[in-house]
């Protein structure tokens, strides 16, 4: 008899079999020129249980820089500082247009859609920075994902960071907008330099797959349940995942894959399935909308076999 956990397994890698069997595989991120070095052919799963265990397929011990995933991160820590006062710099909305638009930001006057395209990601690192120096601020982000994950050796990789601050135009342009909407704070290389920073925090998928239970497990790591955030807020930050984290695909991901997730520029995507499991994908080929092609195919297939929904 095989046991559940067997049977994960199995469906696990045949979900990477699939991938590395699909020729159709996206086009890797080139505006960042370290990401552009990647392989597409890569292809990665982990999934963390309730018990604890994770378990995992394809290249998921292989390191990546997390990108627009640190957005949930950077969102949970704010909204235990700031609590709601976020709101009022920022929406809650799906944006309906790219996760770099500018368009959007000077129609609705410098108050990004929600916390999760590159805009309102960037007003919540710099109103983190309203309690922080900058250098604290990014020991503050890490050591929180640190204790998230239960892993002190999570670090920043400086080269993806510097990468994207040589030729970051689009976010400058973003953020002197909204500092000129008077929805920045604080100098914007100061905030940039953080949120550069953030979005190259680099883990394997069995770490962000760890680090994403507190949205499966109600703001708890699962089997201890240690409260690392409240239930309130972890609800809420998954409700915005499932609405706003594919960006302007996050349509077509609720009805295929049916999961609260955020995806990154770097292939990879965390996606929650309550009470049950956190998983982690990794392939960096990217479809239209900058969300991974493979990974999100490996999370139909994954949900589809284990029937993991949130609309069951
Ligand atoms: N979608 C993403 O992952 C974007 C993150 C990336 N660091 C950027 O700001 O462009």
């Known amino acids: 008899m095989q046991s559940d ?17 699909s020729t159709e595989r996206g086009r890797v991120a080139h505006y960042i020129p370290e990401l552009a070095k990647a392989d597409p052919q ?27 995933i640190s957005k949930v991160f950077t969102l949970a820590l704010c909204l235990g500082t700031l609590g709601d006062n976020l709101w009022r710099r920022v929406g809650r909305e799906p944006s309906g247009s790219a996760f770099d638009s500018i368009l959007q930001l000077e129609h609705e006057n410098g108050i990004p859609r929600n916390p999760f395209v590159n805009a309102g ?10 309690t922080y120096q900058p250098k604290e601020a990014l020991g503050e982000i890490v050591r929180f994902v640190q204790g998230l994950t239960g892993d002190d050796q999570i670090f920043i990789d400086g080269r993806v960071a510097q990468s994207e601050e040589e030729t ?9 907008y909204l500092a000129s909407c008077g929805n920045l704070y604080n100098p914007v290389a100061h905030t ?3 949120y550069y920073n953030q979005c190259a925090l680099t883990m394997d998928c069995a770490q962000l797959s760890r680090a994403g239970r507190f949205l499966a497990f109600a703001g708890t790591l699962g089997p201890n349940r240690q409260q690392m955030v409240s239930m309130k ?16 695909g996050s349509g077509d991901f609720a009805y295929r894959v049916g999961l609260p997730a955020k995806s990154g520029v770097s292939g990879m995507i965390l996606a929650a399935v309550p009470g049950i499991a956190s998983i982690a994908v ?31």
Not at 5 to 20: C, G
Not at 50 to 67: H, K, L, S, V
């Open 233 to 248: 807020r972890a609800r809420r930050i998954a409700a915005i995942m499932l609405t706003c984290g594919h960006y302007d």
């Open 5 to 21: 956990q067997q049977k994960l397994q199995a469906i696990l890698d045949q979900a990477v079999d699939h991938a590395r069997a």
């Open 282 to 312: 990794w392939s960096p080929g990217l479809d239209r909308n900058g969300n991974s092609h493979i990974g999100t195919q490996m999370l139909e297939y994954v949900t589809n076999e284990m029937d993991w929904t949130v609309f069951s």
């Open 121 to 130: 990601a960037i007003v919540v690192t710099d109103a983190i920075l309203a």
């Open 42 to 68: 890569k292809a990665g799963i982990a999934v963390t249980l309730d018990n604890g265990e994770t378990i995992g397929a394809g290249d998921w011990q292989q390191p990546n820089t997390i990108q627009s």
């Open 168 to 176: 970051g135009h689009r976010n400058r342009a973003l953020a002197h």
């Open 192 to 194: 940039l330099g953080v």
